[in-house]
């Protein structure tokens, strides 16, 4: 007879194991990308089958993604979600303790990926190994699944990421997901931006320095164009739908909390109903003496609640039109867009997890909007309920030291396990 009680009593008995178990994955993320994702995913791989689940292995040009499953009928059943890769860690003079140690201090553990989402990967893994033995008392399936390309979608063979390809042939059911990432445990978020990323070119014709024109220099028409985009594109306010506004404005003190920014700062940003834009890289030149030919920027939007990518990619064209900048070229960069996306409050999946949250911290969790995006979009568009949440804050991920509380994994894992119990047990 399955106990929620006993159950995450057992997840707390296991805390030693659990964080030797994320030390292990993030310590697997040094060196190189395309090895580290290997390493990661084997790893995971025979954790699993050491636990007695049977794991398929879904590859595409040598990364893979990994699933495994417990219980009945996984099409109408729960997806445990997480995404094995992590974003570089800079330089690592900048770190208290090496990015891929995984030190456990003042009960925290450092390393690049604890947060996003090393840390839910390993609560998930740690709650489904918790359940193994009870499949017979599952109404409905349980689902694993880990996938390489989160941080920067894959081709694969029906377009980009691993996500919807897994989706799309069948390869991954289910009828509703939790996805790992930070979210802080007394918060649920149930919606999200979306991604358009663009790369912006300037041409112009290369000659020796001292010949230079300061206005003329393609750098500074580049620099000229993204301020200039920044101010046009950006001070748009996009309509939510109306079901969504008040869940919008009850999100900034949550977020206020989560990024470590007063919530009067978000709240006149209008974050959640504005793109944000951030250069991300900006290459270009040969010499400091030669003038330079051609230089690009590739940049990222996020695209508000009421607005598509498109939308946005539309804005973007108008702007460098009618603003005098008709000489910089934009280009979509492939597989990178998705449009922003909610699950409504009143679903299921977001009553059986804030019930779960509930039990095991006490407190009803506030259901919020993130500024970020996630596959969430993905599988909201494959008409998945999808919530995520998970240990890690959102302020420190992809950050120089980034950490994760040892209390906060084991509640997530109680919380994972608690709410598989509500959705996937027949009572």
């Known amino acids: 007879m399955l106990d929620a009680d006993v159950l995450a009593e057992r997840v707390s008995r296991g805390r030693e194991e659990l964080v030797a178990l994320l030390r292990r994955l993030i310590s697997l993320e040094g060196g190189d990308q395309a090895g580290s994702l290997v390493g990661v995913q084997t790893f995971l791989k025979d954790y699993l089958e050491g636990v007695g689940l049977s794991v398929e292995t879904h590859s595409v040009e040598g990364v893979s993604a990994i699933t495994s499953s417990i219980g009945g009928n996984r099409r109408d059943g729960l997806i445990l979600y997480s995404h094995c890769d992590v974003v570089p860690p800079g330089g690592s003079a900048r770190w208290l303790y090496p990015p891929f140690e995984g030190r ?4 925290r553990v450092y390393g690049r990926g604890s947060a996003d989402m090393l840390g839910g990967l390993a609560a998930e893994v740690f709650a489904l190994s918790a359940l193994v033995g009870f499949e017979a008392e599952f109404s409905r399936g349980v689902s694993f699944v880990s996938v390489p390309d989160e941080e920067d979608w894959r081709r694969t063979p029906t377009g980009w990421g691993f996500s919807d390809w897994l989706l799309r042939t069948g390869k991954l059911t289910g009828g509703a997901c939790i996805m790992g990432e930070p979210s802080g445990i007394g918060g649920v978020c149930v919606g999200e931006r979306g991604d358009y990323w663009v790369t912006l070119r300037v041409r112009g014709d290369a000659g020796h320095g001292s010949l230079a024109v300061y206005g003329d220099n393609v750098f500074v028409r580049l620099f000229r164009a993204l301020d200039e985009l920044h101010r046009a594109v950006c001070s748009h306010v996009a309509l939510p739908p109306p079901e969504v506004a008040p869940l919008l404005e009850d999100s900034y003190p949550v977020l206020a909390v989560e990024l470590g920014v007063p919530v009067a700062e978000l709240r006149a940003k209008r974050m959640l109903e504005s793109p944000s834009m951030n250069v991300g890289r900006v290459r270009g030149g040969v010499m400091v003496n030669v003038l330079p030919d051609e230089c690009e920027a590739e940049v990222a939007f996020c695209v508000p609640i009421g607005m598509t990518w498109r939308e946005l990619h539309n804005r973007v064209l108008s702007t460098l039109r009618s603003n005098g900048h008709r000489e910089v070229e934009p280009s979509v960069v492939e597989g990178s867009q998705s449009d922003p996306s909610y699950t409504p409050p009143q679903s299921r999946i977001v009553g059986a997890l804030s019930e779960a949250v509930k039990e095991t911290l006490g407190d009803r969790p506030k259901a919020y909007v993130t500024q970020a995006t996630s596959d969430a979009n993905v599988f909201r568009a494959h008409g998945i309920p999808t919530c995520l949440y ?32 509500k959705y996937c047990v027949q009572k």
């Open 104 to 107: 456990v201090v003042g009960g």
């Open 390 to 421: 998970g240990p890690g804050h959102m302020g420190v991920a992809h950050c120089f030291n980034e950490h994760v509380d040892i209390e906060d994994i084991v509640r997530a894992a109680q919380v994972y396990v608690r709410t598989i119990l």
